[in-house]
């Protein structure tokens, strides 16, 4: 009876560990303080895998920050900026790797994979001196075992490690990263010597890149890796874990080919053909780690299902071969439904977070060990049978208007420079309008009244008040500096960068639930809480209506409405997984569409979809994208297809890296869209360069929102110039990079009169 978790989130069931890291970087508390909560953290974790009945428990899993700058840190691969010296890594060096400090910005941060966990890119340079300088890996391994746990140590493999890294400044062009496989596979064998030496008799290589798109070449790396370890790795179990999507039959072929290797990880949540694979040729006398139980959702396993999987692949790989697993580490999940006092009991049987993942996958364990715990099996089986008939998941409309919108791909019916001639006849604005993208500054006073509204202690009329007077000052402002095209400064909704971007929405839709402690790391410190999607979505009542036209009362020049688009919505949530990704799409879509036409009846005629997580939702594999960005293209495009010519819909994303995407964003056929550009001019501009046409409006942000620098007229009118070169005059708008609401308004003042200044100058010699 085998069960094995891939790895488990470290934040803790209430963000422990945020409030004992942030307190220690304020100097508010110690190092060892912060090394005690850790402590806790991990042996409560470890205890509760090992009271479950886990076999199979992780270790080196908990990080500080981040597992890949820990596994740099092993390397001793710190960037020379650092001036580190040598010996073990310290707290000093390694917070400074991951946040900068007063003198040095921290090391590069980007997503990985398709999680919204971000992670520490390694640097690396043909001159690196690697090191073993930190022994965490083995610490932890012996700090569990003196608990009275024997772990996996848990160690990201040499090959995704090169392969998730980014080449050192001056060599990005010419170095390969592979290449110094050679100098790190010696430390990777200094560690599994301690970890023998310490008892370990399993190990496990985290190889996630294996489901990436790989050349032969990438994947001869694999099978040169572990040839090269496999001496040193003689006595131990080891595990090659992949999770994520399917393996490719080559990357499945080099895998189960490695030298050395006793057990495969494999993810058959997201890995929808990897069992295939797997029945066609598993290699005798190994190990299948089958990842049943899904570590990137919060939803309870349907356990029958799973074991009728489970079973038969028992029949393929032998009786004591199988081990039950999650899909991925559950650091991508929530951490433990018990916390959550707000969820009604029919919504929570729906439910598992990390902490009920453990309890699934050993009962899945037992069971196929024909110790089926009859109670759980069957509570779980009503739990699934009610969640497919509950009235609360499924609403007949909405599901017969989803139906409806098949056979059309709701297009607008003029093209687009028509419908700007049209917009332009009744907005009147000049050439280079300026605009903003929606926030503006989040003041102490504002939340302090969004506080008090939400814990009931003032009253609705006087939330309504203080709201409508901070929209005020925000519409006094924006005609004091002069912008064509104003937004309401999104008071009511923005807290935090995007919880509320989606929250404010989700709260007043159907078919959403909240959760108090759904908590999810999502780099450091910083965690989200992401909604949940559990039924059928429509909109009960208007979102945004009384604001927008409140604020639109308040001036004659054109005010935004501003909405969170469908794909952004459903990427920033937990998605019901009952039905397609798209199906859910499109339902938040026809909600937006309601809106939308609720906006445009009340006056508005400017209305921005902000779709900053579009490109974020594109799937792991380039064979998948295209499916993706249609069905993502399209839910946008229902949303304001009914709209008249003379209404204008902007769209805002938030990432400069679009130049793949462009024609799917043409697609969107939106009338003006804004984007995040400032910090990469050259390579937005470049697209146009080479020739893509692009009719409709377009603003490339002038200036970047995330420093408190004060851009120059000069500057910004600069930056204009360069983008007058390769774009039409008419379609040119400006505006910054993103919302204002991490600014102050004394950043935020000069910053846009600067803007306006600079468009009112070009606009005299154009
Ligand atoms: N309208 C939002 C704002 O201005 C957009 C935020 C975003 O793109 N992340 O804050
Ligand atoms: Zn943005």
Redesign the pocket.
């Known amino acids: 009876m085998a069960s094995h978790i891939v790895g488990y989130p470290r934040m803790g069931p209430k963000r422990e560990l945020k409030f004992a890291l942030e307190s220690f970087w304020d100097k508010k508390s110690s190092a060892e303080d912060l090394k005690k909560v850790a402590a806790d953290l991990r042996s409560s974790i470890w205890k509760q895998m090992s009271g479950a009945g886990i076999k199979y428990i992780p270790s080196n899993t908990f990080s500080y920050y981040d597992q890949v700058l820990d596994t740099t840190s092993m390397l001793g691969a710190v960037p020379p900026r650092y001036n580190w010296t040598g010996g073990e890594i310290g707290d000093d060096t390694y917070f400074s790797m991951a946040r900068g400090n007063a003198s040095v910005p921290a090391m590069e941060m980007t997503k990985w994979f398709d999680t919204n966990y971000h992670f520490i890119v390694p640097e690396l340079g043909p001159d690196v001196k690697f090191s073993y300088a930190s022994h965490k890996a083995v610490d932890e391994f012996k700090e569990a075992k003196a608990l009275g746990v024997d772990t996996v140590p848990v160690l990201i493999g040499p090959v995704s490690y090169l392969l998730l890294s980014k080449p050192a400044k001056g060599v990005e062009k010419t170095f390969s990263l592979l290449s110094l496989l050679p100098k790190i596979i010696p430390i990777y064998k200094e560690v599994i010597s301690e970890l023998k030496a310490a008892g370990a008799s399993w190990i496990q290589f985290d190889e996630p890149t294996l489901v990436l798109d790989l050349d032969s070449q990438q994947l001869q790396a694999f099978t040169a890796a572990y040839a090269d370890l496999e001496s040193a790795l003689s006595g131990l179990n080891v595990l090659i874990e992949t999770y994520f999507a399917d393996l490719t039959p080559e990357a499945y072929k080099t895998l189960i080919g490695l030298k050395g290797v006793t057990a495969y990880g494999l993810d058959l949540v997201r890995g929808t053909q990897t069992t295939d694979l797997v029945k066609k040729d598993f290699p005798k006398g190994k190990y299948l780690f089958a990842g049943v139980v899904d570590g990137r959702n919060i939803w309870a396993n349907d356990l029958a299902s799973s074991l009728r999987t489970l079973q038969a692949l028992e029949a393929v790989v032998g009786k004591d071969k199988l081990v039950v697993s999650t899909s991925c580490s559950l650091l991508h999940t929530a951490v433990d439904l018990v916390n959550e006092t707000k969820l009604d009991d029919e919504i929570k049987s729906w439910l598992a977070f990390a902490a009920q993942k453990v309890v699934e996958v050993n009962a899945l364990a037992k069971a196929l060990a024909g110790q089926k715990d009859e109670a759980f099996f069957s509570s779980n089986a009503a739990a699934q049978a009610s969640r497919k008939s509950s009235p609360r998941v499924t609403n007949a409309a909405v599901q017969k208007a989803a139906d409806a919108l098949k056979g059309s791909d709701h297009r607008r019916a003029t093209n687009v420079s028509a419908r700007l001639d049209a917009q332009q006849k009744k907005l009147n604005l000049p050439i280079l309008p300026t605009t903003t993208?929606?926030?503006f500054p989040q003041t102490v006073e504002l939340r302090r009244v969004r506080r008090e509204f939400k814990a009931n202690k003032i009253s609705e009329d006087d939330y309504v008040k203080a709201i409508k007077e901070e929209i005020k000052k925000v519409v006094n402002l924006q005609e004091e500096l002069d912008i064509d095209v104003l937004v309401h400064g999104?008071p009511e909704a923005?807290i935090l960068?995007?919880n509320d971007?989606v929250e404010y929405f989700g709260e007043q839709l159907s078919g959403f639930a909240f959760t108090v402690n759904g908590w999810v790391q999502s780099y450091g410190s910083r965690c989200v809480k992401p909604p949940i999607i559990y039924g059928d979505v429509s909109r009960p009542k208007a979102m945004t209506v009384f604001w927008s036209s409140t604020a639109q009362s308040m001036t004659k020049r054109p005010m935004k409405g501003?909405l969170t688009g469908p794909v952004t919505i459903l990427n920033w949530s937990f998605v019901r997984n009952d039905q397609p990704r798209f199906e859910t799409c499109y339902q938040i879509a026809l909600a937006i569409k309601d809106e939308v036409e609720d906006l445009e009846k009340a006056g508005i005629n400017v209305i921005?979809i902000?779709e900053?997580a579009l490109r974020e939702g594109l799937p792991l594999r380039k064979s998948e994208h295209a499916f993706y960005l249609k069905w993502a293209v399209h839910s946008f495009r229902i949303t304001n297809c009914g709209v008249k010519d003379t209404t204008q819909i902007h769209t805002?994303m938030?990432y400069s890296n679009f130049n793949d995407i462009i024609h799917s964003i043409i697609d969107m056929d939106a009338d003006v869209i804004t984007i995040e550009n400032s910090r990469s001019d050259e390579k937005l501009l470049s697209v146009f360069r080479e020739g893509v046409k692009y009719g409709a409006g377009i603003g490339p942000g002038v200036y970047d929102i995330h420093s408190p620098r004060i851009p120059s007229t000069e500057e910004i009118a600069d930056r204009i110039n360069k983008m007058l070169a390769v774009l039409e005059t008419n379609i040119l708008w400006v505006n910054p990079d993103?919302?204002?609401?991490t600014r102050k308004y004394e950043e935020v003042k000069p910053a846009l009169n600067n803007m306006v200044a600079a468009a009112k100058q070009l606009r005299t010699k154009l």
């Open positions: 993208i929606g926030s999104e923005s960068q995007r971007m501003m921005q902000d900053a805002h938030c993103c919302g204002l609401k």
